[in-house]
């Protein structure tokens, strides 16, 4: 039975279903940013937090533990397990620095090469243009060491030999990318919601196409893919980030395309795009055609890959998502 975890700015809910929905709240007032499983070690998962550095669980959730020693940033902004490699796991940080710990996250080495790309003299967070972040850490399900990192906001950049040498940003690829996404289905296949569009590379980050026919927004934020068919893709998309995240201003909606026809509305189901902020999405493997999407609403499922959502009949906390919702995952078992 899937589990769900959302990290929510306020803390950290675990939704758990036996005969009926049960929701934990973990490191209260630690400000979760976000989460990543451990396919290799049963139970183990890992929430980054803004301020209270990286945390760790080895029961699915029920008890978390600080790790990160040698990690320089307690603002943890992204997480990410190798899929392809036992025990590898990456943390990024503001400011902008991606971390690596080869024993599951007892110890960490900074990956300093990143750092002196070129591009990132030009890396800046426009509401606080003094500083930048990592946002996203895409591990590569096919090829070890092949892992790649968004920059908010200035670049997708990659390492193919998990983190000694660094890849910079190439000509036509998304500069903004909030959430990045691989497919075991699809190698070398790589997609992007970018704030700039929609994008994907064929070729493992080489070059990329961008791809917004069918889109009315286009400061996308979430992307999912459904697990059986690497074709089906859904975004989260707005018209700028005052509207994408702020629960008060909130206007996002659900675009969905299926092999090569353009993007197209998604929102049977989905609570009107008035009042609604940018959803964060979820798949497991063992569940093909099933994504979850959060908001401020709620939780959302759909079985046949975005064509139509139901609400999760969740008791959540009073105001659980008054304040949006940072990241969503499917906790297996």
């Known amino acids: 039975m899937i589990s769900l975890a959302i990290a929510t700015d306020r803390a950290l809910l675990i939704a758990r279903r036996a005969s009926q929905w049960t929701v934990e709240e973990h490191l209260r007032d630690k400000s979760p940013e976000c989460l990543a499983v451990d396919a290799h070690q049963s ?8 301020g209270s550095g990286l945390w760790r669980s080895d029961d699915a959730g029920e008890r978390w533990d600080p790790v990160g ?26 400011p902008s620095a991606v971390f690596r710990s080869d024993n599951g996250g007892e110890t960490w080495g900074e990956l300093s090469g ?6 990132s003299q030009s890396w800046s967070f426009p509401p606080r243009p003094e500083t930048h972040h990592v946002r996203w850490i895409e591990t590569d399900p096919a090829v070890a060491g092949r892992v790649f990192v968004a920059i908010e906001a200035g670049a997708l950049v990659r390492t193919l030999d998990g983190g000694r040498s660094w890849l910079d940003r190439v000509r036509g690829g998304p500069i903004d990318t909030h959430t990045a996404a691989t497919h075991a289905m699809a190698p070398a296949r790589v997609y992007s919601a970018a704030g700039d569009g929609y994008f994907e590379s064929h070729d493992a980050g080489e070059s990329w196409s961008r791809q917004v026919d069918g889109l009315q927004h286009r400061y996308l934020v979430g992307v999912g893919i459904d697990p059986a068919d690497p074709d089906t893709v859904i975004v989260s998309a707005a018209s700028g980030p005052w509207v994408a995240y702020s629960p008060r201003n909130a206007d996002a909606s659900v675009y969905r395309k299926s092999a090569r026809r353009p993007f197209a509305l998604a929102m049977e189901g989905l609570p009107p795009a008035r009042g609604t902020i940018a959803n964060r999405f979820a798949a497991h493997p063992g569940e093909p055609g099933v994504i979850y999407a959060a908001n401020n609403h709620g939780v959302f499922r759909t079985a ?3 064509q139509t959502w139901q609400a999760l009949e969740i008791s959540w906390p009073p105001r659980a998502f008054a304040r949006g919702v940072e990241a969503l995952i499917c906790l297996p078992g």
């Open 69 to 94: 020693a040698g990690i320089s940033h307690a603002e943890i902004t992204a997480v990410a397990v190798s899929p392809a490699e036992r025990g590898i796991v990456y943390a990024g940080t503001e």
């Open 114 to 119: 990143l750092r002196a790309l070129p591009s």
């Open 43 to 50: 139970g183990r998962v890992y929430c980054g937090t803004w």
């Open 304 to 306: 046949d890959a975005g």
